[in-house]
């Protein structure tokens, strides 16, 4: 694991935008994941920013949503297809015929699983994969307990996840629906790099445990222990609860390896 700590909160989506656009730079057709909540933000601005410029272009890129509430009717503001097309494929020039997500409505929401990890698997799997992280720990919708093998599948979630993302649906908790389909852990962690960006000090004990603590199904983040390739982007709140923060700094010095040493 990389952990780069950013000083410059200005300096997160340039750094995070380099993450995805090196792939595409070395492939345009890359496969792309992209995950929704406040994290990326910055990153599907300045990735914006650089396709207006004509600097960078996903015309050719396939992209894959984590997860989607169950539920929520086509369309819905925060469908989680609706939020990616509102926050990032608007920004950009990927074709909305390759941008893939979960039917949250589908009849049989098994199949539907089924279907969407054939439909990574058909695409050659994903090559960068774009994640925030919960409070608790949660990548995507895996809340604590979750299989660290898990694949695409129906989860509840947590009373602690709905509270906080009633803030999207009118503080009303009650509208924040009690399922969802996510991607799996194991689903997530067959992506071939993983840039996980968390900001803030609500984030810092899951960071901790992400990079530090034991792997354990209660912090389902800290599956990614195991992954070859993961880039973790941290403004200085969110490493606050680090151990080994110092050392962070000093091997990473606030770049990524792909800025060289
Ligand atoms: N399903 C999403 C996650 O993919 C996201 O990482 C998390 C954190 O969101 P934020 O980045 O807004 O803190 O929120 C939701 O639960």
Redesign the pocket.
């Known amino acids: 694991m990389e952990i780069v700590i950013i000083d410059e909160p200005e300096d997160v989506g340039p750094l995070g935008a380099d993450a995805i656009a090196q792939h595409v730079v070395a492939n345009p057709e890359a496969v792309l994941g992209l ?6 933000l910055r990153v599907y601005q300045e990735l914006g920013a650089r396709v207006a410029r004509g600097e960078l272009s996903l015309s050719r890129c396939q992209a894959f949503l ?2 989607e509430y169950v539920g929520l009717p086509a369309g819905h503001p925060e469908a ?1 297809r609706t939020v990616i097309d509102r926050e990032f494929c608007d920004l950009v020039d990927l074709d909305p015929a390759n941008v893939h997500g979960l039917d949250g409505t589908a009849e049989d929401l098994l199949g539907e699983c089924t279907r969407y990890e054939s439909a990574i698997a058909a695409a050659g799997g994903i090559d960068v994969q774009l ?5 608790d720990g ?4 895996n809340e604590p307990g979750s299989s660290l093998g898990s694949r695409t599948r129906v989860k509840t ?1 947590t009373t602690q ?1 709905r509270l ?2 009633a803030r999207f649906f009118g503080d009303d908790f009650h509208a924040v629906p009690l399922h ?1 389909l ?1 991607q799996g852990i194991g689903t997530i962690s067959s992506a071939r790099h993983l840039v996980l ?4 000090e ?2 810092a004990e899951a960071v901790h445990q992400l990079v530090e603590g034991p792997i354990s199904a209660l912090w389902p983040a800290t599956a990614l222990q195991l992954h070859p390739h993961v880039t973790v982007l941290l403004d200085p709140a969110a490493a606050s609860r680090l151990q080994f923060g110092a050392y962070y700094r000093e091997a990473y010095r606030g770049k990524p390896s792909w800025q060289g040493f």
Do not use: E, M, V
């Open positions: 995950a929704t909540g406040s994290s990326p984590l997860d989680y994640l925030g992280i919960g409070r949660h990548i995507a919708f979630l996840t906080d993302n969802c996510t960006i968390a900001l803030g609500p984030k």
